[in-house]
């Protein structure tokens, strides 16, 4: 890798025309609990993803029909004492692009609590080179010199990763296609699984998630329209990702699934609420 590459972060903000052109990985808020490093490869997409240790869970039943505010793009959530928080990329307008964040008593009913900041950070544009607009996935930052690629579509777009530690194992969780269309989304998650953090990661095929593998376990199902931007969070939600709602004009929202691990060790998602 040049120290061009090294050296060039990729962004908070693009549009969706941008972001159809360019397909990105990465997911969340920066200012979270995670840095994810993104750096383009002439092979595919180098991935650095955020890793998520937790126990492991053993049941899943339907998702839960989230109530209240449940507008957000890109979400991570947390779990305190009960009490959840989901934190999503900015948005423009009044708040200027600073990160959103929504609060539940249950993981189940959400309020809006306002934003985190007053807008993009000042040292954003510095270290993009241009003033962006929203605090967007992948994140500015950067840890060391060294990428790992982990996975690569030949082209095709691949972002949102994650990575989560179950039995031992290691699942990388991705989302494919694209984003940011509302009804006319086509994001799905995907993941794969390695012995190892660096990799490589294999679908339930064997087929290599550098050659364009991937394991579907999440996709447009009834008014769920292309769900990503997923993490399989720490909490006992098990994985928070959004959709874009049809009854509400293809507007993002939050949703939550729980897992069940199967026999074979993959994840298999809970069914999606009527």
């Given amino acids: 890798m040049t120290h061009a590459a090294d050296q060039r972060t990729i962004d908070v903000q693009q549009e969706a025309a941008e972001r159809d052109r360019r397909p990105l990985a990465g997911t969340g808020p920066f200012v979270l609990r995670r840095a994810i490093e993104v750096a383009r490869l002439a092979a595919g997409?180098?991935?650095?993803?955020?890793?998520?240790?937790?126990?492991?869970?053993?049941?899943?039943?339907?998702?839960?029909?989230?109530?209240?505010?449940?507008?957000?793009?890109?979400?991570?959530?947390?779990?305190?004492?009960?009490?959840?928080?989901?934190?999503?990329?900015?948005?423009?307008?009044?708040?200027?692009?600073?990160?959103?964040?929504?609060?539940?008593?249950?993981?189940?009913?959400?309020?809006?609590?306002?934003?985190?900041?007053?807008?993009?950070?000042?040292?954003?544009?510095?270290?993009?080179?241009?003033?962006?607009?929203n605090v967007w996935a992948p994140?500015?930052?950067?840890?060391?010199?060294?990428?790992?690629?982990?996975?690569?579509?030949?082209?095709?777009?691949?972002?949102?990763?994650?990575?989560?530690?179950?039995?031992?194992?290691?699942?990388?969780?991705?989302?494919?296609?694209?984003?940011?269309?509302g009804v006319a989304s086509t994001y799905n998650i995907r993941v794969g699984r390695a012995d190892r953090i660096e990799g490589p990661y294999l679908d339930k095929d064997g087929k290599a998630m550098l050659e364009g593998g991937g394991l579907l376990i999440l996709a447009t199902t009834g008014r769920f329209i292309g769900p990503g931007g997923q993490e399989p969070v720490k909490t006992s939600k098990g994985v928070a990702c959004h959709c874009y709602d049809s009854d509400a004009g293809g507007v993002s929202r939050l949703q939550l699934s729980p897992i069940l691990w199967t026999s074979d060790g993959w994840p298999d998602l809970g069914a999606a609420p009527h």
């Fill in 45 to 133: 997409i180098a991935l650095a993803a955020p890793l998520t240790l937790d126990a492991p869970l053993h049941a899943a039943g339907l998702q839960p029909q989230l109530r209240g505010d449940t507008r957000i793009h890109d979400p991570s959530v947390i779990e305190v004492d009960g009490r959840f928080a989901a934190f999503g990329a900015g948005e423009r307008g009044r708040t200027r692009g600073a990160i959103r964040v929504k609060t539940s008593p249950d993981g189940v009913t959400w309020t809006d609590a306002g934003a985190l900041g007053k807008g993009v950070p000042e040292w954003a544009i510095g270290a993009l080179g241009y003033q962006p607009t």
């Fill in 139 to 181: 994140s500015i930052s950067r840890r060391g010199p060294t990428f790992i690629a982990l996975a690569g579509r030949h082209g095709g777009a691949i972002e949102a990763p994650s990575i989560r530690e179950h039995a031992g194992r290691f699942y990388l969780f991705v989302s494919f296609d694209q984003c940011c269309k």
